[in-house]
């Protein structure tokens, strides 16, 4: 059993949505993600979503493209990130999903990739452009090196889509909430909690649901009718926002611990 999947076990148990926030590996250096991690971890975070800086992150909003910016303006590299996961790991059993784009994965090597993220304590990976149809020598190696493999689905999914993330995905299902790129939103479409239960009638794995959660009570909705939340934008603004970089863990974390209090208020135990 993964770490991903033993920490949704236990989660369901009590009823509870897991908080799966994100942050940018290396934004503003290595040395403070490393220290928002362990904020995060401490502030009750279930999972973290450490996203891999990239010159073209497609699917994200103006939020992250930003911090993905801020990361590439310093030296680093995906072995500086398999460091940051190893440092983390000595102090957290977390789990940790490598977040990014399928060009970084296949330069650096798949079989190699795999193998080093996996050493490093990396739980998972989600590669935002990769489609489950294209995917079958990077699933190959997350599967041989025992990494969960994570898909997207969003609402214009058909129902052969959905089969197709069903078979493929381990760990859990990442539900896209909107059509369009990640950023901070005000409100989500009430359509969003058949859409989910659309996924739920074809897969037994968690299902997530993330880009545009921004607020503890947007989360406890959430949690509602899906097993996670994913917060990014919200989290990696007030990340940017917080000019004093020795503060910056602290704010994040404090973040997270009122994200973690909405979605155990909205448990539903049994």
């Given at each position: 059993?993964?770490?991903?999947?033993?920490?949704?076990?236990?989660?369901?148990?009590?009823?509870?949505?897991?908080?799966?926030?994100?942050?940018?590996?290396g934004d503003p250096d290595l040395n403070t993600?490393?220290?928002?991690?362990?904020?995060?971890?401490?502030?009750?975070?279930?999972?973290?979503?450490?996203?891999?800086?990239?010159?073209?992150?497609?699917?994200?909003?103006?939020?992250?493209?930003?911090?993905?910016?801020?990361?590439?303006?310093?030296?680093?590299?995906?072995?500086?990130?398999?460091?940051?996961?190893?440092?983390?790991?000595?102090?957290?059993?977390?789990?940790?999903?490598?977040?990014?784009?399928?060009?970084?994965?296949?330069?650096?090597?798949?079989?190699?990739?795999?193998?080093?993220?996996?050493?490093?304590?990396?739980?998972?990976?989600?590669?935002?452009?990769?489609?489950?149809?294209?995917?079958?020598?990077?699933?190959?190696?997350?599967?041989?090196?025992?990494?969960?493999?994570?898909?997207?689905?969003?609402?214009?999914?058909?129902?052969?889509?959905?089969?197709?993330?069903?078979?493929?995905?381990?760990?859990?299902?990442?539900?896209?909430?909107?059509?369009?790129?990640?950023?901070?939103?005000?409100?989500?479409?009430?359509?969003?909690?058949?859409?989910?239960?659309?996924?739920?009638?074809?897969?037994?794995?968690?299902?997530?649901?993330?880009?545009?959660?921004?607020?503890?009570?947007?989360?406890?909705?959430?949690?509602?009718?899906?097993?996670?939340?994913?917060?990014?934008?919200?989290?990696?603004?007030?990340?940017?926002?917080?000019?004093?970089?020795?503060?910056?863990?602290?704010?994040?974390?404090?973040?997270?611990?009122?994200?973690?209090?909405?979605?155990?208020?909205?448990?539903?135990?049994?």
């Amino acid at each position: 059993m993964s770490r991903i999947e033993k920490k949704f076990t236990e989660l369901k148990q009590c009823g509870e949505a897991a908080l799966i926030p994100f942050i940018t590996a290396g934004d503003p250096d290595l040395n403070t993600s490393l220290k928002i991690m362990k904020a995060l971890a401490e502030a009750g975070a279930d999972c973290i979503e450490l996203g891999i800086p990239f010159s073209d992150p497609t699917a994200d909003g103006p939020t992250i493209q930003r911090s993905s910016e801020r990361a590439l303006k310093r030296p680093i590299s995906l072995p500086a990130i398999f460091r940051l996961v190893r440092q983390f790991r000595a102090s957290s059993d977390v789990p940790v999903v490598l977040f990014g784009y399928y060009n970084p994965f296949f330069r650096f090597g798949l079989e190699k990739f795999a193998r080093e993220a996996a050493h490093a304590g990396a739980d998972g990976v989600l590669c935002v452009d990769l489609p489950p149809e294209e995917s079958g020598e990077l699933k190959h190696w997350t599967d041989a090196f025992g990494l969960d493999l994570i898909f997207l689905l969003s609402p214009t999914s058909d129902a052969s889509r959905i089969q197709r993330v069903a078979r493929a995905s381990r760990g859990f299902i990442y539900y896209v909430s909107v059509t369009g790129v990640t950023g901070a939103r005000r409100s989500f479409d009430d359509k969003l909690r058949s859409q989910v239960a659309r996924v739920r009638r074809e897969s037994s794995l968690p299902i997530g649901v993330g880009f545009g959660i921004s607020t503890p009570e947007q989360a406890a909705w959430i949690a509602g009718f899906a097993d996670a939340a994913v917060v990014g934008s919200a989290l990696v603004e007030r990340i940017e926002k917080t000019r004093d970089r020795k503060k910056k863990a602290k704010q994040a974390g404090a973040f997270v611990a009122q994200l973690k209090r909405a979605l155990r208020q909205a448990a539903r135990p049994g």
